[in-house]
């Protein structure tokens, strides 16, 4: 299962069901759990730690060092990958700035083409990132979230679960959960086709929208219209649009 013109340092833990294509190296404290499958090329570096059944595809960098001019190089970091994450070719992940940081991925999520990760990013699972997402450090992603190829996202920022961005777009400021958003930090209303999909009911969806219309289409300023759904007894999925606006990045949310 791994192949003769594989490099891979003895210090490596490789689950004897993976599979390491030609060319690929692996490096000192790697960790790749069962049934992976590394594809021709691929470079697995930074102590990064793989759950079972991902897919890496060629060419990609998995656990690289950050892109961060003042980064020290002996600082210890690293990447984590859940189960059954399908990473496309040529794929960008780095590792953390922090001693002991980690750059974070769930599960079932998947990266297309030149897709990059910048260092410090917490993704959760089931996202899609299309060709040429541009991921920057520090940004902290949801759950079922589509990111339009060629989009760019500001570090720090926050993108709320259940989210859909435009090809191309250009963010700055946090998405809310449950939202719409394209070019330059445009919010375009509810993703109402993909919280049907995911399962949400009429009510939350519903409970959903009213919290929408508060912040953002009322006459109320956004800390009146916090203050005003506060005093709402909310589901889990009202709730996380009200978190939302209570704790924003340091770049604040879109509106």
């Given amino acids: 299962m791994i ?15 993976a599979q390491i294509g030609a060319f690929c190296i692996i490096d000192a404290g790697v960790n790749i759990g069962e ?8 470079w697995i570096t930074g102590e990064a730690t793989l759950g079972s059944h991902n897919r890496i595809g060629y060419g990609s960098v998995i656990g690289g060092t950050p892109q961060d001019a003042s980064f020290d190089t002996s600082i ?3 990447v984590s990958l859940g189960n059954h994450n399908t990473i496309r070719e040529n794929v960008t992940i780095h590792r953390s700035t922090s001693e002991g940081g980690l750059t974070r991925l769930g599960d079932h999520n998947f990266l297309m083409i030149n897709a990059h990760l ?3 990013v917490t993704m959760g699972s089931h996202n ?28 720090f920022v926050h993108i709320g679960s259940y989210c859909i961005i435009q090809g191309n777009s250009s963010i700055t400021k946090d998405v809310p959960p449950y939202c719409m958003a394209h070019s330059q ?9 993909g919280l049907k999909r995911n399962g949400f009911s009429t009510s939350e969806r519903k409970e959903i929208k009213e919290i929408y219309n508060l912040f953002f289409r009322s006459e109320l300023g956004l800390t009146e219209a916090i203050q005003q759904a506060q005093q709402l007894d909310l589901s889990a999925a009202g709730q996380r649009l009200l978190d939302a ?11």
């Fill in 245 to 255: 606006a209570l704790h924003p990045s340091k770049k604040g949310l879109m509106t």
């Fill in 185 to 193: 930090n445009h919010l375009t209303g509810l993703n109402n086709v």
């Fill in 35 to 42: 049934y992976c499958q590394i594809e021709p090329h691929a």
């Fill in 128 to 155: 899609t990132l299309a060709n040429n997402v541009m991921i920057a450090g520090h940004i902290t992603i949801g759950d079922s979230v589509f990111l339009g190829g060629g989009a760019g996202f500001h570090q």
């Fill in 118 to 120: 910048a260092h410090d």
């Fill in 76 to 78: 210890k970091s690293s």
């Fill in 3 to 17: 192949h003769p013109t594989a490099i891979i340092s003895p210090e490596a833990k490789i689950h004897p069901s």
